[in-house]
Antibody, heavy 120, light 107 residues
Framework: EVQLVESGGDLVRPGGSLRLSCAAS????????MSWVRQAPGKGLEWVSV???????DYAHSVKGRFTISRDPSRNTLFLQMNSLEIGDTAVYYC??????????????WGQGTLVTVSS | DIQMTQSPSSLSASVGDKVTITCRAS??????LNWYQQKSGEAPKLLIS???SLHSGVPPTFSGSGSGTVFTLTIDSLQPADFATYYC?????????FGGGTKVEVK
């Protein structure tokens, strides 16, 4: 069974940094595409960033230049480095994996989420 | 960017009812449209991809249709497990975007 397990969420001050991790089991982070999707408290889903199997990446306008997505195939783990955090970045962050079975950029596997709170 | 608009934002229904949710895209997205279900406190789950392909394990009471800019998710005979929030998502182009969600509540 595929498992995606996020970690690294925490309370951080505005302007601070945080690195989220998503450890994958039975799902190769470098052979599939993966995204980070966030959900602010009581709000809907917002796509944050994607990394494709070939290594190309992309970002939502709201985080471009502040967040960096990466992966470590040796640890089979996905990362999201978040810098210059803003109060508006407060959310549960989900990692999501797409096996390609459902087409392009659809996500058939999701982690349980990790909470990032940005507050002074 | 492609904007996705869902309607209604919420609805009340009873077990056994037929429910239809609409999702509109601001640009033509062909059939690059997926649907997710999210229950309170849980991660989203893929229901339908490419407009109408049911994901593994999704009951056939769910169906999707549409193309271009207007899409629908239909639940025939609503079951207790179906009370949740539903999101559409376009996979036509980056930035990927989701609809605002439709919360299906007990009437």
């Amino acid at each position: 069974e595929v498992q995606l397990v996020e970690s690294g969420g925490d309370l951080v001050r505005p302007g601070g940094s945080l690195r989220l991790s998503c450890a994958a089991s039975r799902f190769a982070v470098d052979s599939n595409y993966m995204s980070w999707v966030r959900q602010a408290p009581g709000k809907g889903l917002e796509w944050v960033s994607v990394i494709y199997s070939g290594g190309s990446t992309d970002y939502a306008h709201s985080v471009k230049g502040r967040f960096t997505i990466s992966r470590d195939p040796s640890r089979n783990t996905l990362f999201l480095q978040m810098n210059s955090l803003e109060i508006g970045d407060t959310a549960v962050y989900y990692c999501a994996g797409g096996s390609g079975d459902c087409g392009t950029d659809c996500y058939d596997y999701w982690g349980q989420g990790t909470l990032v709170t940005v507050s002074s | 960017d492609i904007q996705m608009t869902q309607s209604p934002s919420s609805l009340s229904a009873s077990v056994g009812d037929k429910v239809t949710i609409t999702c509109r895209a601001s640009h033509n997205i062909d059939t690059y449209l997926n649907w997710y279900q999210q229950k309170s406190g849980e991660a989203p789950k893929l229901l339908i991809s490419a407009v109408s392909s049911l994901h593994s394990g999704v009951p056939p009471t769910f169906s999707g249709s549409g193309s271009g800019t207007v899409f629908t998710l239909t639940i025939d005979s609503l079951q207790p497990a179906d009370f949740a929030t539903y999101y559409c998502q376009q996979s036509h182009s980056v930035p990927l975007t989701f609809g605002g969600g439709t919360k299906v509540e007990v009437k």
